[in-house]
Each structure stands twice: as structure tokens, then as C-alpha cells.
């Protein structure tokens, strides 16, 4: 399995795991937006990969934007709520989540960013994660 596979799926096992009971967007992939009621976009947004040893191990840095959506002119309470279920749900005690032999480890989970999209009102969840991979996989 390559480390972009593996990434991705530790990645997606991590929101997974995260048991977010909303509709959720997921890349790439069909989804019916629902009306007049709260839903989740997943966007992993990897760096590059920084070399750390000469034998083939680098560091991936990324970011897992999770984005909240509610109705909007509802007021943030309900976003902030949601929010804070799904950032309390991500591990930052280094414990790791794996998938293909790749694992990835969160350091800060933090609600970002509010405002309004279109005719919903969005928050969003920055989780900031790491992992090392063997660049010759």
C-alpha cells in the first residue's frame, strides 16, 4: 500500500472512529446535502513530506478540516456544541490510529473559524495531526 493510500485511510478511519453522527461529505463522493439540518465536510489537507532520517523515513504534516454546518440565522451555539463533541473525540495523547501500516498521531485539535457559506452558517474543527513514512514505499 503507498503512503498516500495509507494516510488517507488512517485518516478517515480517525474521523470514523470519532463516531460523528451527522450527515458527512466525504472527498470526492456523492452526498445529498440535507435540509434545515446540520451536516460535516472532511477535507484532509496534507504538507509536503520533510525528510528526517538519511535511511528513508519523512514526516507528514497535515491538517484534518472538519466543517460544521447548520442553518443558518440560527444562531452558532448548535455549531459550537457539535464542534466541541467531535474535537473532545480525537486523541492528543499520542496514541496513534492506523491504517496499511501508516499511523497518524494528533497534536492540537482546536474550533476555528465561523462564518456564513451560501445558506448555511459553517465552524470549523482544524485537527492538526503528524506521521512518518518510509518514502520508498
Request: charged residues 15%; hydrophobic residues 35%.
Amino acid at each position: 500500500m503507498s503512503n498516500s493510500v495509507g494516510l488517507r485511510n488512517a485518516l478517515i478511519q480517525s474521523v470514523l472512529d470519532a463516531s460523528i453522527s451527522l450527515p458527512t461529505a466525504w472527498p470526492n463522493a456523492p452526498f445529498d446535502t440535507p435540509n434545515g439540518s446540520p451536516w460535516v465536510r472532511i477535507t484532509p489537507m496534507n504538507a509536503t513530506p520533510t525528510p528526517i532520517s538519511f535511511s528513508g523515513t519523512d514526516q507528514i504534516d497535515g491538517i484534518l478540516q472538519i466543517d460544521v454546518f447548520d442553518v443558518e440565522n440560527s444562531g452558532d451555539m448548535l455549531g459550537y456544541e457539535i464542534c466541541d463533541q467531535v474535537r473532545q473525540a480525537f486523541p492528543l495523547d499520542g496514541s496513534a490510529t492506523t491504517s496499511g501500516g501508516i499511523s497518524v498521531r494528533f497534536k492540537s485539535v482546536a474550533v476555528k473559524g465561523q462564518g456564513e457559506d451560501g445558506v448555511w452558517y459553517k465552524t470549523m474543527i482544524e485537527a492538526h495531526y503528524y506521521s512518518y513514512v518510509n518514502r520508498n514505499d
